[in-house]
């Protein structure tokens, strides 16, 4: 894996504040986009800007083959079929979007539970939450161990034949620990419930295979996988989403429409009322296909020696406190720290005065988890395939200096 | 914290200049305007100048810094009282400027910064002066003199 070469493909390195060069640790927030995908972007506008599945004109029909083309390819990328892949605004919406329609089928009721973990993103919290808060179901916690990943015997104890659904994140935002995903999808379906997988910081850094997984529902959003904005992917079984009903109604959706009644069109379209994120899709296309070229497991090993770099700094840094299993077999590129000096808004903002490093400081939408960690706040590092050493190094050296200095 | 009252002014006029300092105009701006209606600031725009202002000034002077960074709160509070008597200053001086002729009250010839602001590049000398002229621009038959013209 060439970095040098990876880092040429992405201009925003380039970007200088006062003379510097900014050194960009906010990947588990939003990752940086190659020029590859920025040019697939374009190239809709440039080349087939027009609306899909609409028109019998050819550039209609460019921009729909290649829209029907992303959805393949996203299906590729994490071994699904084409009609399993639906194309959302965001990794929220995918997970909304299975919350709504479980719920406009009465799915729940007073007497359903629905098993989370402590360490949810609120994107797969606050959904259930609504739905446990309209049904009269009861939400349940799955506990965490003491180094951060998830207690398999409370899940287990917690589980029952009234669980309806298990939502989990596949690895966590904050303490980055990695889930057992495919033991917890089978023990989910051993008791009759359904299971789905917030995937968002896992498939931008490892090989992600719903199959394998045995999941019904797999979320991710497509712009911290070198992706653009505006697009997020959900996976649900092909058996799953034919039962289910569409949660937006309008145009593209449907079969045919009469005053009275609508009947629904075919899968993925069903789920993506009116005219989708195009550009988007197409930029989705150029993120798989450069990630695919460098490699998942290359990525992974990458980002694992970064990872355990930036831990031997950091450990050497006193009065920092790290909450993270602390083994990158463990765990995802993530650092969540605090200090004992500064808070964590300060530390953020000093490191970015400093030495133009971007950190991510507060709860990191998942409250509940961070506030139990620090009620203030946490800073968070995180890294991905263009990060280096000497950013790390930077880092630390930015870090331990400021740390002295506001003593 | 009140350092969005010695912001906002500072800022405003920075902001004439520079895209950014409008930014932090408005944001400031936002922040005062709640701290005067009783509110809480939702920008946290004060921390963030906090860790600007010091963090840069580390970078020369580490200690001058963190005594920046301890001592906000109160460096905040010493510049409000400043700007404040400043402007208490000044608005009594205009005062006077406009009651009596010169900012520093009746029967005084001490420098006046109003008087180099509104009276003109050259002004008419004692000997034919009146009150037109007074109030007026300098007329060219008069013979331009730097002593102001004085009403009896």
Redesign the interface.
């Known amino acids: 894996m060439n970095i040098e070469r990876i880092r040429q493909d992405f201009p925003i390195l380039e970007k200088r504040f006062g003379g510097k060069k900014t050194v960009y640790l906010d990947n588990a927030a939003t990752s940086l986009t190659p020029k590859q995908v920025i040019e697939a972007e374009n190239s809709y506008y440039l080349e087939c800007n027009a609306n899909i599945h609409r028109g019998l004109h050819k550039m209609s029909e460019e921009a729909s083959r290649k829209y029907e083309q992303a959805h393949a390819d996203a299906a590729k990328f994490v071994g699904a079929k084409m009609e399993e892949i639906v194309f959302t605004k965001n990794c929220t919406e995918s997970i909304n979007a299975v919350m709504y329609s479980l719920l406009s089928q009465g799915f729940f009721s007073p007497e359903s539970e629905i098993l989370v973990s402590r360490l949810e993103h609120h994107a797969n919290l606050v959904p259930w939450q609504q739905a446990a808060k309209r049904t009269g179901a009861k939400l349940r916690f799955i506990e965490l161990n003491p180094d951060y990943t998830l207690d398999m015997q409370d899940f287990e104890a917690k589980i029952n034949k009234n669980t309806k659904l298990v939502a989990i994140a596949h690895a966590s935002n904050t303490v980055a620990s990695i889930q057992p995903v495919q033991e917890i999808a089978k023990i989910a379906h051993e008791s009759g419930a359904l299971c789905l997988v917030d995937a968002a910081q896992s498939v931008p850094h490892t090989e992600v295979n719903v199959k394998k997984i045995g999941a019904d529902f797999l979320a991710f959003s497509v712009h911290k996988m070198l992706g653009p904005t505006g697009l997020g992917v959900l996976f649900g079984k092909k058996e799953l989403l034919e039962k289910m009903n569409p949660f937006l109604f309008g145009g593209e959706m449907i079969h045919s429409v009469s005053y009275n009644s609508s009947e629904w069109n075919t899968l993925p379209w069903k789920f993506e009322a009116g005219t989708p994120p195009i550009a988007q899709a197409l930029g989705l296309s150029a993120a798989i296909d450069y990630l695919k070229k460098i490699g998942l497991s290359e990525i992974q090993e990458h980002d694992r020696k970064l990872l355990e770099y930036a831990f031997e700094k950091m450990r050497a840094i006193p009065d920092i406190k790290i909450f993270n299993p602390m083994d990158s077999k463990k765990q995802g590129p993530i650092v969540l720290f605090e200090s004992k000096h500064l808070s964590a808004h300060d530390l953020a903002l000093a490191l970015d005065e400093a030495s133009n490093i971007a950190v991510r400081s507060g709860m990191h939408c998942a409250e509940p988890m961070v506030s139990s960690l620090n009620p203030k706040g946490l800073c968070r590092a995180s890294f991905y395939l263009y990060n280096t050493k000497e950013e790390i190094d930077l880092f630390a050296e930015t870090l331990s200096r400021l740390l002295k200095v506001f003593k | 914290m009140v350092f969005c009252f010695v912001a906002l002014g500072i800022f405003a006029v920075a902001g004439i200049f520079s895209a950014r300092y409008r930014q932090f105009a408005k944001e400031a701006f936002s922040c005062a305007f709640r701290r005067i209606t009783l509110r809480k600031c939702t920008t946290?725009f004060d921390?963030?100048m906090?860790?600007?202002i010091?963090?840069?000034i580390?970078?020369k002077s580490?200690k001058a810094?963190?005594f920046i960074?301890k001592n906000f709160t109160l460096l905040s509070w010493i510049l409000v009282i400043i700007t404040l008597a400043s402007l208490v200053y000044g608005v009594y001086g205009l005062y006077n400027f406009l009651a009596f002729g010169n900012c520093n009250g009746p029967n005084s010839d001490g420098t006046c910064i109003y008087s180099e602001i509104v009276t003109p590049e050259c002004d008419c000398g004692a000997v034919g002066c009146n009150e037109e002229q007074y109030y007026g621009t300098c007329d060219y038959n008069c013979e331009c003199v730097k002593e102001r013209c004085r009403q009896a």
């Open positions: 946290d921390n963030k906090k860790m600007k010091s963090t840069s580390a970078k580490p810094g963190n960074y």
